[in-house]
């Protein structure tokens, strides 16, 4: 059972529009998320995240929504760029000691056109 | 600065023949280690997790082992390699916080 979702497994934006990339989750009890991107053949790279307290958080071009009544979150880069074109992982937490155990989404390949 | 390192980056194996990944992190004390592995198409896997020495916490039973033998180092072992081995591994760590910070990978072929 996947408890993280990315249903869209690639997306297409120009350069300088609004790039937004969903992430469903169904594990109420998941309290943190993450975005990561993930160029070829590197390992992925933290992005920005989102406390479940919260609803929105920015980091330059880089904006996360928390939608918890749907159990959803959003990662908004405005505007994109071509270096932006990469795999984005949406990942989520639980509360609990010790570990801090990731799960990950299966990722959405953006690809920024020039 | 925090630092980790993977090697060997490739590894072509035959089936059946052994495995050994080592992951070290500098920069910091106590952390928390991670394997995990992407197969083609597929998301993060998380296989293993380590909080300390000799502590090691199995996610996926399967055809691999992990060992913590130092406070930074995490190998990442099997005796014998299967063809669904494949894929690329990748070591991660955290120190009291939910990010993790990713190593730059292993690209495994079994063949």
């Known amino acids: 059972d996947q408890q993280v979702k990315q249903n869209s497994p690639s997306l297409s934006v120009q350069e300088g529009r609004i790039s937004i990339l969903n992430c469903d989750y169904t594990n109420s009890m998941f309290d943190y998320f993450l975005w990561y991107k993930k160029y070829p053949a590197e390992g992925p790279t933290f992005l920005i995240s989102?406390?479940?307290?919260?609803d929105k958080n920015e980091d330059g071009r880089f904006t996360v929504f928390l939608n918890k009544s749907a159990k959803h979150l959003s990662l908004h880069i405005v505007p994109s760029q071509p270096g932006d074109s990469a795999v984005y992982f949406c990942a989520a937490t639980t509360p609990g000691a010790g570990s801090y155990q990731l799960t990950f989404g299966k990722g959405t390949k953006l690809s920024v056109i020039p | 600065s925090q630092t980790i390192h993977q090697w060997p980056a490739t590894l072509v194996q035959p089936v059946g023949s052994p495995l050994s990944l080592e992951c070290t992190v500098e920069?910091?004390?106590?952390?928390?280690l991670y394997w995990y592995r992407q197969a083609a198409g597929r998301g993060l896997q998380l296989l293993f997790y380590s909080v300390g020495i000799g502590q090691i916490s199995s996610e996926v039973p399967q055809n691999l082992s992990a060992s913590r033998p130092q406070d930074r180092q995490f190998i990442l072992s099997s005796k014998k390699l299967l063809l669904s081995d494949s894929g690329f591994y990748l070591c991660?760590?955290?120190?009291?916080?939910?990010?993790?910070?990713f190593g730059p990978g292993t690209r495994l072929t079994v063949t």
């Open positions: 991660a760590w955290s120190v009291d916080s939910y990010e993790q910070y």
């Open positions: 920069g910091t004390s106590n952390p928390n």
């Open positions: 989102i406390s479940s307290i919260k």
